[in-house]
């Protein structure tokens, strides 16, 4: 079993995901495109190594899955536009320092448009909803610097929608009177501190239930009674960063969790210790590994899951804490 970071392995896991395009988990995993190559290149920031894909060929990418029609991106060539989707394609552009490519007026039309009378927002023209997809509107208009456009009665309709996700035990739900879910507080606890609404959240209380996730073996749970999973660390992580508890977890029993769940040969992380790798669990383990201050990483920004330097030169950073990176 692994005890450190094996930073070579992943690099050369990430490379290879886009490598065989004949596989058959290349065309059935293409409605998730997109977002695996922000999950991908975001890794390898966080490693470092954000020049092991070719930045051309992502752009170009990026820019074959324009939908002309609805006005933003798809997860693949010829999809339709998903909001999901479309914020990947913005992160990609950003840390690709070509948001210049974007037509950042349709983009924010389009958002904009998914908005409901509630205050929440749908994922795409279908309207399924979801607090998800609310962090993701408020996350993808920040990061086009068109925050303002949400303006005071959207903006207030959503804070309020948000407000009845929030549960007795201090955590949210996916929607209202949903059960508390970390990876629903995490975006309802990102989405109010891109609002500058954190006064919303209940922070003791949500600390504590988010601390009681970390279970004997180190890793973090989602909601109580179930299993350990290496991407609740980011979501448990970024949260508790948000609202600066993070010593309110054993960091090192969480770090070892982490590295246990890695395929030391083929590279890559899994959700837990021998399950199959992903470039999902991949992201999420070495972002909570950078939120917890694990040596050689680049800091994190909790808020937007992007490079933290990144986000503070586009002055969009946010409060939150990390803890010492080591030596
Ligand atoms: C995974 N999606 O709906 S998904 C995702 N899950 O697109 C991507 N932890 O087959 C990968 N579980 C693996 N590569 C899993 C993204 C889910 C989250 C499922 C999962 C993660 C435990 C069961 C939802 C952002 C975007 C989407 C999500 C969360 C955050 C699956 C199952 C679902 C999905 C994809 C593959 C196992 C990878
Ligand atoms: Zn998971």
């Given at each position: 079993m692994a005890s450190t970071l094996i930073v070579p392995a992943h690099i050369k896991y990430i490379q290879n995901l886009g490598a065989n395009k004949d596989d058959l988990a290349?065309?059935?995993?293409?409605?998730?495109?997109?977002?695996?190559?922000?999950?991908?290149?975001?890794?390898?920031?966080?490693?470092?190594?954000?020049d092991a894909l070719d930045k051309g060929e992502m752009i170009e990418y990026v820019m074959s899955c324009w939908d002309d029609e609805a006005g933003a991106f798809g997860a693949h060539p010829g999809h339709d536009a998903h909001i999901l989707s479309t914020l990947s394609a913005i992160q990609i552009l950003?840390?690709?320092?070509?948001?210049?490519?974007?037509?950042?007026?349709?983009?924010?039309?389009?958002?904009?448009?998914?908005?409901?009378?509630?205050g929440v927002f749908a994922g795409d023209s279908f309207g399924e909803i979801d607090?998800?997809?609310?962090?993701?509107?408020?996350?993808?208009?920040?990061?086009?610097?068109?925050?303002?456009?949400?303006?005071?009665?959207?903006k207030e309709r959503l804070v309020e929608y948000i407000r009845r996700c929030k549960n007795f035990d201090g955590g949210f739900g996916g929607v209202i009177d949903a059960e508390s879910h970390a990876a629903?507080?995490?975006?309802?606890?990102?989405a109010l501190a891109?609002?500058?609404?954190l006064d919303v959240v209940?922070?003791?209380?949500?600390?504590?239930?988010?601390?009681?996730?970390?279970?004997?073996?180190?890793?973090?749970?989602?909601?109580?009674?179930?299993?350990?999973?290496?991407?609740?660390?980011?979501?448990?992580l970024s949260a508790l960063s948000i609202v600066e508890k993070l010593e309110w977890i054993d960091a090192d029993q969480l770090t070892s969790f982490i590295l246990s769940?890695?395929?030391?040969?083929?590279?890559?992380?899994?959700?837990?210790?021998?399950?199959?790798?992903?470039?999902?669990?991949?992201?999420?383990?070495?972002?909570?590994?950078?939120?917890?201050?694990?040596?050689?990483?680049?800091?994190?920004?909790?808020?937007y899951c992007m490079p933290a330097e990144l986000i503070e030169k586009m002055g969009l950073r946010k409060r939150w804490s990390a803890l010492p990176r080591k030596a």
């Amino acid at each position: 079993m692994a005890s450190t970071l094996i930073v070579p392995a992943h690099i050369k896991y990430i490379q290879n995901l886009g490598a065989n395009k004949d596989d058959l988990a290349y065309h059935t995993t293409a409605h998730l495109r997109m977002n695996a190559v922000y999950w991908g290149l975001t890794a390898l920031c966080i490693m470092g190594a954000k020049d092991a894909l070719d930045k051309g060929e992502m752009i170009e990418y990026v820019m074959s899955c324009w939908d002309d029609e609805a006005g933003a991106f798809g997860a693949h060539p010829g999809h339709d536009a998903h909001i999901l989707s479309t914020l990947s394609a913005i992160q990609i552009l950003v840390m690709q320092d070509a948001l210049d490519r974007a037509d950042v007026d349709r983009l924010v039309q389009f958002i904009l448009s998914l908005q409901q009378p509630s205050g929440v927002f749908a994922g795409d023209s279908f309207g399924e909803i979801d607090t998800r997809f609310s962090y993701i509107a408020v996350n993808a208009l920040s990061l086009l610097g068109q925050l303002d456009k949400l303006d005071a009665d959207r903006k207030e309709r959503l804070v309020e929608y948000i407000r009845r996700c929030k549960n007795f035990d201090g955590g949210f739900g996916g929607v209202i009177d949903a059960e508390s879910h970390a990876a629903q507080v995490f975006v309802c606890t990102a989405a109010l501190a891109i609002l500058d609404r954190l006064d919303v959240v209940d922070e003791p209380m949500l600390a504590w239930w988010l601390a009681e996730r970390q279970l004997p073996n180190g890793g973090l749970n989602g909601r109580p009674e179930k299993l350990e999973d290496v991407c609740y660390s980011f979501w448990v992580l970024s949260a508790l960063s948000i609202v600066e508890k993070l010593e309110w977890i054993d960091a090192d029993q969480l770090t070892s969790f982490i590295l246990s769940a890695q395929d030391p040969d083929a590279g890559g992380i899994a959700d837990r210790p021998g399950d199959m790798a992903d470039v999902f669990h991949t992201l999420f383990g070495v972002a909570g590994l950078s939120l917890l201050g694990y040596p050689g990483l680049i800091d994190l920004d909790p808020v937007y899951c992007m490079p933290a330097e990144l986000i503070e030169k586009m002055g969009l950073r946010k409060r939150w804490s990390a803890l010492p990176r080591k030596a």
